[in-house]
């Protein structure tokens, strides 16, 4: 294998380790120390891409992040997506694809589009994909214009991690500004957090060929790095991008291929004081006809190829330009034994101190890039004057351009600080800083090594801008965004239809959306529009630079919070004894795990929940009822508080009393529904549905600490404090009986809704009887380091009363036959109270508490509402789905309810179900028809109540 | 992500706060104002382009309730305006 164009000598790589690859299939070698990029140069690779929209060829145009053409898909263990080949290290055994092409970039069948392109043109997408919907054309523009496929799989080993950290300076870039600022912020003591993109520290200096104090300037830079590391206090990554500016100085950083073994890439947020913006700068592309052509490229990558990793991309060059950047660059090609043919310098006058630098090389000026010749690969350039003329042709395979620099100012304007543009530099730059934060070196838009670190030595900068050749004779396309296929014609065609905003320009013609953000052209579409509209580039001002400022994995953004390591579950000490006895195990609010049913073998969820149900309904069930949420209230004003927030009045409740009640927001919804108990004097306990403990927390908390400050009312949370094993049914009190018990459990000493507090089975208890079945039943709760043994005792006494464990399903079932209400089931943000047929909860003594002026208000305007019925459909066996609408007489009209629960009721050996219907408490023995797509059920309106509608069982 | 100062324990990430709404009108008696006014007491919150006060809860923290002042245009943390609390 040869690498022919790989020079003899020179470069930071190393020939000693050769590493081999492959590109669309084919073996390659490179060096350690390439990119993908340098090593597809080395080996003369000079088609590597096709375009996103008309599948033109291309080639490598830059050396870095700001490359727009050739994207690559990387297989195997590095698989990932769109990554710019100049971005992606070389390694033995990668494996890369260009993206766009099929089935070679040489021979690309998408490259049809290129014959069609007029009828491609800015706003191709929202003209033709808003008829008749996007999804007939997606799978055919996917296959011919999409970018690369997301990886299948997570990476088969290794992790992402994220680390916080603070300092007081986080420096964003290594290159000359940046080591110089961290030197200085080391030497006076500061904690100082030094991030780079590249490799190796350096910056623009790796690529050119300078002298700091008479001495190489890398030279300079190693000292500068030995002297870093010296520093406890100092922080220094590479391979690592400050890629998002938040607010108050947060940074978020990713770090690439960190030293930590199985870490594949670390995502850091650090907290800083003050940010130093050391971005450099960004060349920019020209803009002619058929500017895009492969061995197009940006000059100072031609530069960076030649120095940094020892390969000439071509053998015959032309350089053209608008400023002073590329004489040094052809004094280096030079030097490297390259063919320069001619510079083409704009300007009518170069400054004869850049003349200087190159003796041997014929310098045009006055004169552009008028036209290239050769479709697969760049054979000759025109040269034109601007004055006019037929121009002449050089033959060159290397088009090397710069149309001046940009300093990259995105981390800055993220953060919101300002732009102003420039008019000596032809560039934004940094204006008021917003955050403490400040730019430096390049980034500053001080071009010129001398004013960034005293002794550098290289030319003054000096530019006149050229936002676009405007001469006759250019046949081809002049691209602004080479990455999305933008033209000039797209932007005048942009204009043309009214879309003169810089922001409706970038978003009708895709200007800058790609994923290189337009770092080479969206300078050159501000000038487009700014000449179109002969106003000054001041004026067009930029687009909005947003994070990320380069492509970040979705791997490194999550880190280790994926999967349920994003919301742990919640175990209550009787999870491990459920999943023991075959329990199929759910999420039941606020992330806790319960069982939904306990299925004997061979039997299904009906059969089991059944068999459960019955249990409860004719013998003894027992649950875990530790996750509903329970809060202990002390102080002077706890009654006070609890008749604000509940709709009934508890502050007349005596000690070991309690009551059900309802909590309404101030608009008037319910929020809550749960039970109040008042342990002594000034001692309560309240109890919240499970999945919102928290935010009934958040709520009393509000109002205790905003609204209430001098109410004496101390809240603690005690879910986790108190389990629970709630038995339940006809026999539940021999069961609890048999448990062992100092409680009188007779129900003249103990009646339903009281609290005692005892001891069962031995552990200190308090026992509450609460029923959410319908039947008499016991909650008792003990400390969770009991629990289990509690759990053990209560099944192995209650065998012989043929006690069963009762999962979710079953509650459900057992609430409905009662009509207890839900969450989320028959409260859904428009019912209240009256509607679910329980007005005696919403007191008409207190003259205040939360919600009641809203809940009148609601009610003053008439008309009629949904409320809570029961509904039997007139087959037994007929079940009818939940969230079913009921409809007028069954018609296709707009609904007047919908069902929300229907269950199998063991006790009525019949389907039973509950709905919200219009006007329904007074449409009862009425017939009313659920609608479903191709049938009615007629039903018949009931009372929401199947089992005990006196509610004797549960007070037994 | 913002950093904001609880009275308790100074400087945390805006991640260990629940927001609890801009500080509007007090809560006026429902029995002793017309339909329109108690309305706008539950409906309109103050939304200024600028400065507001704001209630937050250090929720994954002490579990203070406090408010701050917040420029909505910049997410800067600023001094109560003059004539203010
Ligand atoms: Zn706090």
Redesign the pocket.
């Given at each position: 294998m040869v690498q022919r164009n790989r020079r003899a000598s020179g470069g930071r790589i190393d020939r000693n380790r050769p590493l081999h690859f492959t590109f669309n299939g084919k073996l390659y070698e490179g060096f350690e120390g390439d990119t993908l990029a340098s090593a597809l140069l080395a080996n003369g690779i000079r088609l590597t891409a096709r375009s996103f929209k008309y599948h033109r060829p291309r080639s490598i145009m830059g050396h870095g992040v700001e490359e727009p053409a050739t994207l690559v898909e990387l297989d195997g263990e590095d698989a990932s997506g769109n990554r710019p080949a100049t971005t992606v290290p070389l390694r033995d055994g990668l494996s890369a694809r260009s993206v766009n092409c099929w089935p070679s970039p040489e021979f690309d069948l998408g490259g049809i589009n290129q014959l069609l392109s007029r009828f491609i043109p800015a706003g191709f997408y929202y003209k033709t994909f808003k008829w008749p919907n996007w999804h007939l054309f997606e799978p055919s523009i996917r296959r011919a214009a999409g970018l690369a496929a997301a990886p299948e799989s997570p990476p088969a080993s290794g992790h992402f991690e994220a680390r916080n950290a603070h300092a007081d300076v986080l420096i964003a870039g290594a290159g000359p500004a940046g080591l110089q600022a961290a030197l200085e912020a080391g030497r006076a003591g500061k904690r100082v957090f030094l991030a780079d993109e590249g490799a190796e520290a350096g910056g623009s200096l790796l690529n050119r060929n300078l002298s700091i104090g008479g001495r190489s300037a890398l030279d300079w830079v190693e000292d500068a790095v030995a002297e870093l590391r010296g520093m406890e206090n100092v922080t220094h990554l590479q391979n690592a991008t400050v890629w998002a500016y938040r607010e108050h100085n947060l940074m978020i950083v990713n770090e690439r291929e960190p030293e930590l073994d199985g870490v594949l890439e670390r995502s850091w947020r650090v907290r800083v004081g003050e940010v130093v913006i050391a971005t450099g700068a960004t060349e920019r592309a020209m803009v002619f006809g058929d500017n895009d052509r492969p061995g197009v490229m940006l000059a100072s990558s031609v530069q960076a190829y030649v120095n940094r990793w020892g390969v000439t991309p071509g053998q015959r060059m032309v350089l053209f330009t608008n400023n002073n950047s590329v004489y040094a660059v052809a004094a280096d090609l030079a030097a490297a034994g390259m063919q320069v043919e001619a510079i083409l310098d704009c300007r009518k006058t170069v400054p004869p101190e850049a003349v200087k630098l190159v003796p041997d090389i014929p310098v045009h000026a006055a004169t552009v890039a008028g036209d290239v010749r050769g479709r697969k690969g760049v054979r000759a350039v025109k040269a034109v004057p601007v004055t006019g003329g037929a121009g002449r042709w050089i033959d060159c395979d290397v088009l090397g351009c710069s149309g001046g620099w940009n300093p990259t100012v995105h981390l800055w304007s993220q953060s919101r600080s300002t732009l102003r543009f420039d008019e000596d530099l032809a560039a934004f730059v940094p204006d008021e800083a917003v955050q403490n934060c400040r730019a430096v070196g390049a980034a500053a838009g001080d071009l010129t090594l001398d004013r960034i670190v005293g002794g550098g030595e290289d030319l003054a900068y000096a530019i006149e801008p050229l936002w676009r050749v405007n001469v006759p004779g250019q046949r081809g396309k002049a691209f602004l965004d080479v990455q999305n296929d933008v033209s000039v014609s797209d932007v005048h065609l942009a204009l043309r239809e009214g879309y003169d905003n810089v922001e409706h320009v970038k978003r009708y013609t895709t200007g800058g959306m790609g994923i290189d953000q337009g770092k080479t052209g969206n300078i050159n579409i501000i000038g487009t529009v700014a000449m179109q509209k002969g106003v000054p580039l001041q004026e067009v001002g930029t687009t909005t630079f947003r994070s990320p400022y380069t492509p970040v994995s979705f791997g490194a953004i999550g880190g280790l919070r994926e999967g349920w390591r994003l919301f742990p579950y919640r175990h209550t000490p009787v999870t491990q004894w459920n999943k023991d006895h075959g329990a199929v195990m759910y999420e039941a609010g606020a992330r806790w795990r319960r069982p939904g049913y306990f299925p004997k073998p061979g039997e299904g969820l009906q059969e089991a929940v059944n068999r459960e149900c019955r249990a409860v309904r004719e013998g003894v069930g027992v649950y875990d009822g530790s996750p509903l949420g329970t809060f202990e209230l002390k102080g002077r004003d706890v009654p006070k508080f609890l008749d604000f927030i509940y709709s009934n009045i508890m502050s007349t409740l005596k000690p070991g009393d309690g009551r059900y009640g309802l909590m309404l927001s101030e608009d008037g919804l319910i929020l809550d529904d749960g039970v109040a108990f008042r342990l002594d004097e000034h001692r309560w306990m309240i109890s919240t549905s499970t999945g919102h403990a928290d935010a009934v927390n958040q709520h009393m908390e509000k109002l205790l600490q905003t609204e209430f400050p001098d109410w004496q009312v101390l809240i603690t949370t005690v879910t986790s404090q108190w389990n629970n094993a709630t038995i339940c049914g006809p026999k539940a009190r021999e069961v609890l009986q048999a448990v062992d018990s100092d409680i009188d459990l007779s129900p003249e000493a103990f009646p339903f809704m009281s609290f005692r507090e005892g001891t069962v089975a031995g552990f200190p208890a308090r026992v509450v009887r609460v029923s959410f079945t319908g039947e008499l039943s016991y909650e008792v709760n003990v400390a969770p380091r009991h629990m289990a043994a509690l759990w053990d005792k209560v099944m192995e006494v209650g065998a012989p009363f043929g006690i069963l464990p009762v999962g979710s399903e079953s509650s459900h079932v057992l609430r409905v036959e009662k009509g207890f209400l839900s969450l989320g089931h028959e409260v859904d943000g428009t019912v209240d109270a009256y509607d679910l047929g329980m007005g005696w909860v919403m007191s008409k003594k207190k003259p205040d508490y939360l919600g009641k002026r809203s809940v009148q208000l609601r009610r003053s305007g008439g008309g009629t509402r949904r409320e809570l019925v029961g509904i039997l459909a007139d087959d037994p066996n007929q079940q009818i789905p939940e969230g079913a609408p009921l409809t007028p007489g069954g018609r296709k009209e707009a609904t007047d309810g919908l069902v929300t629960a229907c269950v199998w009721s063991v006790v009525n050996n019949r389907w039973v179900g509950l709905a919200l219907l219009e006007d329904g408490h007074a449409r009862q023995g009425e017939t009313a028809h659920v609608r479903l797509k191709d049938d009615v059920i007629p039903v018949t309106v009931t009372k929401p109540v199947f089992h005990d509608p006196e509610g004797k069982l549960l007070r037994s | 992500m913002m950093n904001i100062t609880?009275p308790?324990?100074g400087k945390r990430n805006e991640s260990e706060f629940i927001h609890g709404g801009p500080v509007g009108a007090v809560r006026p008696d429902p029995n002793a104002v017309s339909d329109e006014e108690w309305v706008e007491y539950l409906t309109v919150t103050p939304n200024p382009l600028g400065p507001v006060q704001e209630k937050w809860w250090?929720a994954r923290?002490?579990g203070?309730w406090f408010s701050i002042w917040r420029d909505t245009r910049t997410h800067d943390i600023v001094e109560a305006p003059d004539g203010t609390t």
């Open positions: - | 609880c308790f324990c250090h923290g002490c203070e």
